[in-house]
């Protein structure tokens, strides 16, 4: 894996993203040589109509990316894969009517764009299967050899098995002779080998390039000399939390030592990086305030027609350093939501939910008053979710470093909120802290980006609402 703006990306899955790329820009090129071009010369009819083909190219990869198809997983069919591949040709057909409607300037030709598709549809499932060939052979793999076998190499191997994309290849597993370890935790048919003195032979004989030490406990078992013997022969050592970090985007917190947070890199925050996001906080937040205020006026009416109450929901919630302030949210809920019960998460079906509180819920416009949180600075576009006092000092007690998501300001949106469904449950929290925590250590603008981007897949398939 490579690590760029530090996150970490396959390059094998790269080098699949942009091959696809290359095939879809190929096709419409062949396509328009074919129908358009072949009494001036490829490279004469290329120069001049690249950016028409480049456009479909990018609003293609747009589609396959906003129907999950760059999201690979064991449960992953035929049946879905060619609807979902449809759905993407039928919404790039969309896109590209709307964008001939407003620039007419770039049609290609008459006819170029259906014939491409022909073309386009046989290159991408032609390029699929190629690469589920090579995922299903662990071709390109990087051969890895796992020490220890207790509960963190069996997170780690559960991980790599619910991924079938990661362009990892655990080769073997090594265990201690001691009796701390269960020494088949999720191997499955993993080769096992005895004893620490054996890592240079095993990583020789099954010619491995890395190293994943995931021990439960260091502590007098620890093997220094041979480690560093395969160090000097050029083997990559990774630690077992750092790279379970970098195949899932989240830190394992409940088996994480404080020694790790306090030497491993990332949690910068640099005055100026600090600044940047609040200028930009600022500025776009005001700017869509502006923008979106007549959508704000329907919805605001719809919650007070049909449902006793006011439109605006406010609530205390804990920001950046433990500081209360103020949240707003279109109400969604009745207002005696809580008389009963007292402070309860919200469910799936939640009966308090209203009818109209469904829907702003499911497109996520309940959340659009956050922007007038943002532009007072006690939130982010990106960061961790804002939770009541309530729960936060519940969470405290019972979830390992739940307080230091609160060194950075609560976002309208963030990594936890994309990568996991909204949480009901002590449970839950964890899994979210998990993401959290992995934004806060690595977080800067083109993560925040990425994020957002993300954020409006999600929004336009209508996922995780609650």
Not at 61 to 74: A, G, I, T, V, W
Not at 268 to 294: E, I, M, N, Q, Y
Not at 398 to 418: C, H, L, M
Request: hydrophobic share 45%; with cysteine; charged share 25%.
């Amino acid at each position: 894996m490579i690590r760029l703006f530090r996150q970490y990306l396959s390059v094998r899955k790269a080098a699949f993203v942009l091959g696809e790329g290359a095939l879809v820009f190929l096709s419409v090129t062949l396509v328009s040589y074919f129908l358009l071009g072949r009494g001036v010369g490829m490279k004469a009819m290329l120069s001049v109509i690249w950016p028409q083909v480049l456009t479909i190219a990018v609003i293609t990869q747009l589609s396959l990316y906003f129907n999950d198809l760059y999201e690979f997983k064991h449960t992953d069919n035929a049946l879905d894969f060619a609807t979902r591949l449809l759905q993407s040709i039928g919404i790039t057909s969309i896109a590209l009517a709307i964008v001939y409607f407003f620039w007419p300037g770039m049609i290609i030709g008459k006819w170029v764009f259906f014939v491409s598709l022909i073309l386009m549809l046989l290159s991408l499932v032609s390029w699929r299967i190629l690469y589920f060939y090579v995922i299903r052979n662990k071709l390109f793999a990087e051969k890895t050899v796992m020490v220890g076998t207790g509960e963190l190499a069996g997170d780690i191997l559960g991980e790599i098995r619910r991924r079938s994309d990661l362009s990892y290849d655990i080769s073997a597993a090594i265990t201690h002779n001691g009796k701390d370890e269960d020494p088949r935790q999720g191997l499955g048919r993993i080769p096992l080998y005895h004893g620490f003195n054996r890592i240079e032979e095993v990583v020789e004989a099954e010619n491995a390039k890395g190293i994943i030490v995931a021990l439960d406990e260091k502590r007098g078992v620890f093997p220094f000399n041979e480690l560093l013997a395969c160090k000097m022969k050029g083997v990559n050592i990774i630690d077992g939390q750092s790279f379970y970090e970098r195949i899932t985007g989240k830190l394992l917190v409940e088996k994480m030592p404080p020694s790790w947070l306090i030497f491993s890199d990332g949690f910068v925050k640099s005055r100026f990086a600090r600044a940047t996001k609040r200028v930009l906080g600022l500025s776009l937040s005001a700017f869509l305030l502006f923008v979106l205020f007549p959508l704000f006026l329907v919805v605001a009416a719809a919650v007070k027609l049909t449902s006793r109450g006011p439109s605006l929901f406010s609530q205390e919630r804990v920001g950046e350093f433990g500081k209360p302030f103020t949240l707003y949210k279109f109400r969604s809920m009745r207002v005696d939501a809580e008389e009963e019960t007292g402070p309860v998460w919200a469910t799936e079906d939640d009966p308090r939910i209203t009818r109209v509180g469904k829907i702003i819920r499911k497109l996520r416009v309940d959340e659009l008053p956050q922007l007038w949180n943002v532009f007072r600075g006690d939130m982010s576009f990106v960061g961790p979710r804002p939770e009541r006092r309530y729960f936060v000092e519940q969470l405290k007690e019972k979830v390992p470093y739940y307080n230091e998501r609160f060194s950075v300001k609560p976002g309208v949106t963030g990594w936890a909120q994309i990568k996991y469904p909204y949480g009901a449950s002590e449970k839950d929290a964890l899994e979210k802290l998990k993401f959290d925590l992995y934004y806060i250590k690595n977080m800067s603008m083109v993560f925040d980006i990425a994020v957002v981007f993300h954020t409006i897949k999600i929004v336009l398939l209508g996922r995780g609402s609650r």
